[in-house]
Nanobody
Framework: QVQLVESGGGSVQAGGSLRLSCAVS????????MGWFRKAPGKEREEVAR???????TYANFAKGRFTISKKDAMNTLYLQINNVNSEDTGMYYC????????????WGHGTQVTVSS
């Protein structure tokens, strides 16, 4: 059974930082494409970043410079570092996984809430 469990969300002041984690079981981060998505209130879900099995990373334009996706294959864990947060970063953050680059993300976590206060 595949499970993706996010953690690390919470309330953070604007300008602060936080690191989200995604504990993966049932599949391995060394063989799956992993990604972070977010859904802000009143907006569609959007991709933040993804990381390939070999480690290549891709970021949405808004995420370049402040967001860093990484993973520790030995721990089967995915991370998302967010620096200099602002109010637009408020939302539910989800990790996801897929086996092939050509397919949609297949496995999803339940999300972790990030709330930025000014």
């Amino acid at each position: 059974q595949v499970q993706l469990v996010e953690s690390g969300g919470g309330s953070v002041q604007a300008g602060g930082s936080l690191r989200l984690s995604c504990a993966v079981s049932g599949i391995t981060t060394i063989t799956y494409y992993m990604g972070w998505f977010r859904k802000a209130p009143g907006k569609e879900r959007e991709e933040v970043a993804r990381i390939a099995p070999a480690g290549a990373t891709t970021y949405a334009n808004f995420a370049k410079g402040r967001f860093t996706i990484s993973k520790k294959d030995a721990m089967n864990t995915l991370y998302l570092q967010i620096n200099n947060v602002n109010s637009e970063d408020t939302g539910m953050y989800y990790c996801a996984a897929k086996y092939r680059v050509s397919e949609d993300f297949r496995y999803w976590g339940h999300g972790t809430q990030v709330t930025v206060s000014s």
